[in-house]
Nanobody, 122 residues
Framework: QVQLVESGGGLVQAGGSLRLSCAAS????????VNWYRQAPGKQRELVAG??????NYADSVKDRFTISRDNAKNTVYLQMNSLKPDDTAVYYC?????????????????WGQGTQVTVSS
């Protein structure tokens, strides 16, 4: 069974930094694209950053402040968040497209973590 576990959230003052981690575990054949989403109270979930291979993309609201990276040896993706603002307050979720081998069949599914709370105080 594949699991994604986020960690690293917390309470930080505006201007501070946090690093989120998304660790994948289980019987995986391949980890493809990995994305970070966030959802603030009363708002829709939004894409914050994504990484596919060495290619990255960011929401305009976090460009030049957030950096996504991956450590393939550890099956972990990171989101370094600098210059945090109160508007960054949300639950942050990791999403990954993972290929598993089920018998002789390759299955591709999207998996979600449980989320980690980030709160930025002004």
């Amino acid at each position: 069974q594949v699991q994604l576990v986020e960690s690293g959230g917390g309470l930080v003052q505006a201007g501070g930094s946090l690093r989120l981690s998304c660790a994948a575990s289980g019987n995986m054949f391949r980890i493809g694209a990995v994305n970070w989403y966030r959802q603030a109270p009363g708002k829709q979930r939004e894409l914050v950053a994504g990484i596919t291979g060495a290619s990255t993309n960011y929401a305009d609201s976090v460009k030049d402040r957030f950096t996504i990276s991956r450590d393939n040896a550890k099956n972990t993706v990171y989101l370094q968040m600098n210059s945090l603002k109160p508007d960054d307050t949300a639950v942050y979720y990791c999403n990954a497209r993972i290929t598993t081998l089920q018998g002789i069949t390759y299955m591709v599914n999207d998996y979600w973590g449980q989320g980690t709370q980030v709160t930025v105080s002004s």
